[in-house]
């Protein structure tokens, strides 16, 4: 499955900031505790705009943060109630823009808005994309039950599992486990 390469972009951001959650992370803590965190996660995702880098700032990252893991696994029809109400609060006005070496992509907020605000209405113009093409199904919890992270399944066939590798290989560790266990007392 593909998506346009700035939706797709967004939906990879909404996964590495939704799993900076304490439940999803290798440390079992937030990953973006601090505005110096959240500052370097931003970077690494070329985010532009204002930033405040202050605790306020990160407060209301946080909340959004929790809002997207939940629209994150909604089905199709409510997601659209959250797309579309997280849109008409921020007064999105989506325009083709292109700067540093991005190619056209949308923007619908000004880039001086409120980072929590600008995250919101770009990730609801990339859920856009993906109700249009009716694959909330790409959009899931990790299988691993242990796990509270998000998976974004950009493979063809639509089988990515797991919102990790690590997370892959220990529920094939444990299950590998319990089948030399139940080979040795059956045999």
Not at 43 to 54: A, K, S
Not at 145 to 166: A, E, I, P, Y
Request: proline residues 2%; hydrophobic residues 45%; glycine residues 6%.
């Amino acid at each position: 499955m593909h998506f346009a390469p700035d939706t797709e972009a967004t939906l990879e951001f909404t996964v590495d900031l939704a799993n900076t959650v304490a439940g999803a992370t290798k440390s079992g803590l937030d990953e973006i505790a601090t505005p110096a965190q959240l500052t370097a996660l931003l970077d690494r995702h070329r985010y532009t705009g204002r930033f405040d880098r202050d605790e306020a700032e990160l407060a209301e990252v946080h909340t959004t943060r929790a809002d997207l893991r939940r629209i994150w696994l909604l089905d199709r029809d409510a997601a659209v109630v959250e797309v579309n109400a997280m849109l008409e609060n921020a007064r999105a006005l989506p325009h083709l823009v292109r700067h540093d070496d991005f190619d056209w992509h949308l923007h619908a907020t000004d880039q001086g808005a409120p980072l929590a605000e600008r995250i919101r209405v770009e990730v609801s113009l990339a859920l856009v994309d993906v109700i249009r093409t009716a694959e909330m199904g790409r959009l899931r919890a990790c299988a691993a039950d242990d796990c509270t992270g998000l998976v974004l399944d950009l493979s063809r066939n639509g089988s990515k599992r797991f919102c990790s590798v690590r997370c892959g290989n220990r529920v094939n560790m444990i299950a590998f486990r319990q089948r030399a266990l139940d080979d040795v007392a059956g045999g």
